[in-house]
Nanobody, 120 residues
Framework: VQLQASGGGLVQPGGSLRLSCAAS????????MAWFRQAAGKEREFVAANRWSGRITDYADSVKGRFILSRDNAKNTMYLQMNSLKPEDTAVYYC??????????????WGQGTQVTVSS
């Protein structure tokens, strides 16, 4: 399985971006898919995850109400709509997929990351 993350860029505070994560190699509709991020000098942190083929989505408290994870199983693609962006959202964003017991860890497949910079 290969994951390709895209959609990052430079955006002003309060702006929006949509990240995409395209999967190839097998269908992932039965997998949990997630987004993580890592800011410079910090540990990687959980952002959001979607499990049970779209029926349950979990968000980190820091992004709840601003970010929306969605997935299109027909396209084998996951999205992260990021609204009301803040400078503290600046990070490299990674997508991940796997069969996990805890949505915050244990993923087998990872994308290469896409940089999101929120700055005026």
């Amino acid at each position: 399985v290969q994951l390709q993350a895209s959609g990052g860029g430079l955006v002003q505070p309060g702006g929006s971006l949509r990240l995409s994560c395209a999967a190839s190699g097998r269908t992932l509709d039965s997998y949990t898919m997630a987004w993580f991020r890592q800011a410079a000098g910090k540990e990687r942190e959980f952002v959001a995850a979607n499990r049970w083929s779209g029926r349950i989505t979990d968000y980190a408290d820091s992004v709840k109400g601003r970010f929306i994870l969605s997935r299109d199983n027909a396209k084998n693609t996951m999205y992260l709509q990021m609204n009301s962006l803040k400078p503290e959202d600046t990070a490299v964003y990674y997508c991940a997929a796997g069969v996990v017991a805890d949505v915050r860890r244990g993923y087998l497949y990872w994308g290469q990351g896409t940089q999101v910079t929120v700055s005026s």
